[in-house]
Structures are given as structure tokens and as C-alpha cells.
């Protein structure tokens, strides 16, 4: 693997210091707890072992004790400073009773224990930063430029720009997003996607930086560098992720404030009712006992019951290539009863192809394909696209356009020299043009249940152009896997024809369908739902479905190839297009939700029963640590559940997708006067 990119250091310098400097840091704290340690252990011995007298064996002890206290007590400084007393507050005062009486080596292994458990976490989240840094150095600090001339040079990434060709040869990670121009070869996009299957790729195909090209050498045009790449934009929602917080997290927090000045109070009645001798043992005792009672309730596991369960809940969705912005999003997926769906792409694949031209009475199909082709050429909607390919088979060029213009949720308008082309909605020509009514009606006729463009030229109305795309493969299992999960409403929003829109809706299985809807319309509908207490969750593409993405409790955006991963109004970005990744993503919401529970009610639990056995005399001091350390252990081991979650998954979509590349496409012939498109 390459080195760190000069353009990626410098994100490093400035938002990942912490990462560059936790490992050093990490380091000198081991120091001192190990020096530490070895003077406890110095003083255990010489007390325990070699009967040398207490007085002498505690001046390592009290040495050592005062080294581990230190840490311990800057962190309780802050804590105080931030008017948020916790764990570190309550582990300093115990330490620094136990040393007013005179129980220095108690105090020191107190400490020793209490301060190796800070280290735990403090390791846990060097790896998180850690895990990002590694995510940054999938992306090679140099590129290969291809110059006008044809002559390749290697230049750093500070200087490439978008337009520029680089050449990547086989084994090396791409160091850009871009699009192929010249070349094939096998991509493995698993550091993004969560998918081992290589795909096939060739001139024209998206390719991103961090991915590892396998078989061919392959040129590529770019399209975005450094923190505008993929990558880099699931690196930011990483970063995002793991300092947000939930509402389940400020309530811990919020219980932490009241936590601590009850468990003071309740160490002072302790010893308050266990100090009623003037034998210095029984003081000693009730002083014990105290100490006791604040090492045994700090609420250190408390603290961390709910951020070890989301870093271990990002983990697992990360692995299938489900990219969370924040917590708060993952907790509102855990009570999702709505789930609204785009339909093109989204529960279709969204990849359309030309059915059927139909025509209007004295127009010709290849008429009718042309003027469609002129208005679309300049478009990058899905049926536009699919409008050009067939047009190219059937060998008809596009021809120039003066003027064009794109109007939102209803079609295009091009100048051309045979005058102006509209394209696109029947309702939205009928607005244009009233009087093709009769016309229009009879050409919908012949292509219900298809997907339609509507042409007209100037107010000469030419027909429509029929496409059909296909259902995704899991669809109606993901239909019944979200029922399953609680789902109580399923919808279909999507701005294509009724007719359409019942036969997808029918097919899969939803229980409502908005069709023929502006960007607008959907807005407004969900609210509506919204406003009558459904918990949402809406499926789109990203590029259309921005109002509703951003509106909904939860927004998912499918597919590395959909709209800004990073600025784009879903909460939730899946880096591939499976739709078993909706069902699963609410799984994981529910289960991590089920797991934070788990850990505030052992927190307390134990907490609870260390107050009684510590103020019963049950528990004696020098086992407090461990008391505390199994409750860590508790809540990490039980949030480490999470990280598991879905292997299976994970496992079985490896052999899912499917190589489209290279397939031979039949030439079209359009016939004058029918209005079928068929292959020869």
C-alpha cells in the first residue's frame, strides 16, 4: 500500500491530528502505568513477601500511587472544569481517600485498575481514528498523467485537476474518481461497496479512488480528487459519526450529572453510620467502606454503554457498505413504521429500455425516435439516456439543437431548425398545448402500463416513446422482510403514470401508491404522513428525492452512482444498490437499540448491588477494581455483539452481482410504420 497523498495529509494535519498523535501518545501512558505498576508490585512484595515493614514498603507505594493518580486526576480537573463530575472525579476522590488513610497500597492498585480501563477505551477509540487514517491510504499518493501528447508523468495529487487523464495499471489502487476512456479490466470495489465480486468495467464506466484495479491497464478520465472522491466523502460521514451524539446518549449523560452527587451523598451516610466508635480500626473500616461505595458506583460502564454499542453497530453496517452520518439517524431507524420507496431505481433497477414507439396518426416511428433524440440528447435522465441508446442502434443521429432547456419533474424544450421540441410528460404538453388531448389519449392507449416520453414539435403532437425497466431481483422479498421487522405502511411515491406505477406497486406489493407526482407532491405527502405521527424512512436515488431524503426521519440514498454522497440530503448512503440493505439497516437500528438498553441496565444493576455489598461490608476494596472491570468487560463484550452482526449477510452477497459488461447488444431496426421496437 502507498504512502499517505500530500492532498490527504493535509486533511490528516488539520482533522485527523488526533489520530496522527494518539498512537504517541498511548505509548507514554503505558509508560506510566507500567512504572507505576512495578512500584505497586515493588511494595506488594517487600510487605507481603519479604515481611519488610509496612512504613518502608509504602514509600514505593505511595510513589507509585501518586503517579497513576496524576492522569486520573487531570482528567477529573476537566470534568470539574466542565461542570460534568463522572467517572474520573469519583475514581480521584477514592484514590485520594485511601491515601488520607494511610492505605497507599490500596489506593495505588486502585488507581492502577481504574486507570487501565481509561487505557481500554482510550485504545478503542485511538482504533476508530486509526480505521480512518487506513481508509485515507487506500488512495495513492501519486498519478500517472497522460499529457495531450500521449507522454505519461507522475504527479502528485496537489497537482491533478478534473479533465484529466491518468492511467492506472493493473495491481494499483486508483488515485481518483473518474470514468474510463481507453482500457478494460476487473475492479474490486470491496473497500467501498462491501462486495468481493471484481466488477467488469470498460470505456464509459464510473470508477472510484481506493479501489484496486485487478487485470488490465485502463485510462480514466477524472472527475474528482481527493476530498470530493467517494472515499473521501465516506471518510467525512465516518468522521461525522463517531463525534455525534444520540438522544440516548445525552439522557446517559444527563443521568451522569445527578448520578455522581447521589453517589457522594450516599458514600457520606455510609460513613457517616459506620464511624459511631473511637476504635481507629472501626474508622478505618467505615473509611473502607466509603472508598468503597465511590469505586464500585462510578459510572464509567454507564458512560460507555451506548458510544462502544454505535461504533460497533457503524462497524457492521460499514462492512456491507451502509455509510450512517449520525447516531441519531441509526436511532430513528429503530422505530421506523413507514417506509416510503422511489420506484425508478429504487424498486426497479432504473436501467430502461425503448418497448414500443407509439406513434400519433400520420407520424412515422422513425420520425417519432428522431425528433425524441434531438429534444433528450443533451439530458441525463434515465429514459433520456435510454431514448439515445436505442436511437444510436437504430443508426439515427441527433441533430444539432440552438437552445435547450430542462424543466424540472416534467420534460426539456429544444430550439431546432424544424422549430421547438417538447419532451417529456403527457400532462406537462397538455399544459403546453391543450388541444392534443384526444391525440394523446389514444397514443397512451397504446403503451399502458409503460414508462412514456411524450414529443411534440412545435404544436404538432408526434407521439410517445414506450420503455419498460425490470423490478429488482430481491424487491418483493425486501417487501416482506420490512413487514416482518414492524413495518405497518409501505408506499410508492414516484412521478411516472398511474398505469405504471399500479403495475410495479401490484407486483411487489405495497399498500400505497402516489404516482404522477412532482418533486413538490411527494414533499407534501409526506408530511401529511409525517404530521400524522408515521415514523418515516424514504428509499430514493438521491438526485430527485432531495426534499423527501431530507424530511424523513430516515433518508437512505442507493448507490455509489446516485447524487453526493457527502452533501446530499439522505442520512444514510448505501455505497451498492441492493435493497436488502433497507430491512437490514433497520435490523441493525433494532438490535444496537436492544444492546444500549442492555448496558445502562447492567450498569446500574451492578452499580446497585456493589452500593449494597460495599455498604454491608460485603465487598472489600481491593476488589473494587475488578468489580469495575467486570462491568467494562460487560458492556464492551456485549456491544462486540454488534460488530458480528450480519456476517452472514455479508457472505451470501458476495456471489450476488452479476457481470453485464461485454454483453453483445443487438442492432434495432424501426420500422416506418409500426410502432414496436424489435431486434434483428
Not at 495529509?9 to 501518545?25: F, H, M
Not at 509504602?58 to 510513589?63: G, K, L, R, V
Not at 493518580?69 to 463530575?85: F, M, S, T, V, Y
Not at 473497500?191 to 485510462?219: C, F, K, R, W
Request: glycine share 8%; with cysteine; hydrophobic share 50%.
Amino acid at each position: 500500500m502507498s504512502d499517505l497523498s500530500l492532498a490527504t495529509a493535509d486533511r490528516l494535519d488539520s482533522g485527523n491530528e488526533l489520530s496522527n498523535n494518539a498512537e504517541a501518545r498511548l505509548e507514554r501512558h503505558l509508560f506510566v502505568a507500567l512504572l507505576g505498576g512495578i512500584l505497586l508490585l515493588a511494595a506488594w512484595l517487600a510487605q507481603y513477601v519479604f515481611g519488610v515493614n509496612a512504613t518502608v514498603a509504602n514509600i514505593p507505594a505511595s510513589i507509585g500511587a501518586i503517579i497513576l493518580l496524576l492522569p486520573l486526576a487531570r482528567g477529573a480537573i476537566e470534568e470539574l472544569r466542565d461542570g460534568r463530575a463522572s467517572s474520573d472525579s469519583l475514581a480521584s476522590l477514592a484514590v485520594l481517600a485511601a491515601m488520607a488513610n494511610n492505605m497507599f497500597l490500596a489506593a495505588g492498585f486502585l488507581a492502577f485498575f481504574l486507570w487501565f480501563a481509561e487505557l481500554v477505551l482510550s485504545r478503542t477509540a485511538w482504533g476508530a481514528q486509526r480505521a480512518i487514517r487506513d481508509l485515507v491510504e487506500l488512495t495513492p499518493d501519486i498519478a500517472r498523467v497522460i499529457d495531450a501528447d500521449g507522454a505519461e508523468r507522475e504527479v502528485s495529487l496537489r497537482q491533478i485537476e478534473r479533465g484529466m487523464i491518468v492511467r492506472v495499471r493493473p495491481g494499483e489502487n486508483l488515485p481518483v474518481d473518474g470514468k474510463v476512456v481507453r482500457g478494460a479490466t476487473s475492479i474490486n470495489q470491496a473497500s467501498l461497496t462491501g462486495e468481493a465480486v471484481p466488477v467488469e468495467v470498460q470505456p464509459g464506466y464510473d470508477v472510484y479512488a481506493g479501489t484496486t484495479n485487478l487485470t488490465g491497464q485502463i485510462d480514466v478520465q477524472i472527475t474528482a480528487v481527493a476530498g470530493e472522491t467517494t472515499i473521501g466523502k465516506v471518510e467525512k460521514l465516518i468522521r461525522e459519526a463517531e463525534t455525534a451524539k444520540g438522544e440516548r446518549q445525552e439522557l446517559v449523560e444527563r443521568l451522569a450529572q445527578y448520578y455522581v452527587p447521589v453517589v457522594l451523598m450516599v458514600a457520606a451516610l455510609v460513613w457517616f453510620f459506620t464511624t459511631n466508635s473511637e476504635d481507629a480500626a472501626t474508622r478505618a473500616d467505615a473509611a473502607s467502606r466509603a472508598i468503597t461505595v465511590l469505586v464500585v458506583t462510578a459510572p464509567g460502564a454507564l458512560l460507555i454503554a451506548y458510544p462502544t454499542a454505535m461504533v460497533a453497530a457503524f462497524a457492521a453496517a460499514a462492512r456491507l457498505g451502509i455509510m450512517i452520518k449520525q447516531t441519531r439517524t441509526l436511532e430513528a431507524a429503530a422505530n421506523v413504521d413507514t417506509v416510503v420507496m422511489d420506484k425508478t431505481g429504487t424498486l426497479t433497477t432504473g436501467k430502461f429500455a425503448v418497448s414500443r414507439l407509439a406513434p400519433a396518426e400520420g407520424i412515422e416511428g422513425a420520425v417519432l425516435l428522431q425528433a425524441a433524440a434531438d429534444a433528450e440528447q443533451s439530458s441525463n435522465h434515465p429514459l433520456a439516456k435510454s431514448i439515445l441508446e436505442t436511437a444510436d442502434r437504430a443508426r439515427i443521429v441527433a441533430r444539432p439543437i440552438r437552445g435547450y432547456q430542462e424543466i424540472h419533474g416534467r420534460g426539456v424544450r429544444a430550439e431546432t431548425d424544424q422549430g421547438t421540441l417538447f419532451a417529456g410528460r403527457g400532462q406537462w404538453l397538455l399544459e403546453v398545448n391543450p388541444r392534443i388531448a384526444d391525440q394523446l389519449a389514444a397514443v397512451e392507449d397504446k403503451i399502458e402500463g409503460m414508462s412514456s416520453v411524450h414529443v411534440m414539435l412545435g404544436d404538432r403532437y408526434l407521439g410517445a416513446v414506450g420503455l419498460e425497466d425490470k423490478l429488482r431481483r430481491n424487491a418483493v422479498e425486501v417487501i416482506t422482510k420490512l413487514r416482518q421487522l414492524g413495518v405497518r405502511r409501505i408506499s410508492m411515491f414516484t412521478g411516472d403514470r398511474l398505469a405504471v406505477a399500479k403495475r410495479v406497486g401490484q407486483a411487489v406489493g405495497v399498500d400505497a401508491i402516489e404516482a404522477e407526482c412532482l418533486p413538490e407532491e411527494k414533499h407534501a405527502e409526506l408530511q401529511y404522513l409525517i404530521q400524522r405521527g408515521h415514523r418515516t424512512l424514504v428509499v430514493g436515488d438521491g438526485i430527485n428525492d432531495g426534499p423527501i431524503l431530507a424530511s424523513a426521519d430516515v433518508g437512505v440514498a442507493m448507490g455509489l452512482s446516485g447524487s453526493d454522497i457527502a452533501t446530499n440530503s439522505a442520512g444514510v448512503a448505501l455505497m451498492n444498490d441492493d435493497l436488502r440493505h433497507v430491512p437490514f439497516l433497520i435490523e441493525i437500528a433494532a438490535k444496537a437499540r436492544g444492546i444500549v438498553a442492555q448496558n445502562i441496565i447492567a450498569s446500574l444493576l451492578l452499580a446497585v448491588v456493589g452500593l449494597a455489598l460495599a455498604a454491608t461490608g460485603q465487598i472489600q476494596l481491593w476488589v473494587t477494581p475488578f468489580y469495575q472491570a467486570a462491568a467494562y468487560i460487560f458492556v464492551i463484550a456485549n456491544s462486540l455483539r454488534l460488530v458480528r452482526f450480519g456476517e452472514d449477510f455479508a457472505d451470501a452477497e458476495q456471489a450476488r452481482r452479476e457481470a453485464e459488461a461485454g454483453k453483445a447488444v443487438k442492432p434495432v431496426r424501426v420500422s416506418a410504420a409500426s410502432a414496436t421496437i424489435r431486434t434483428t
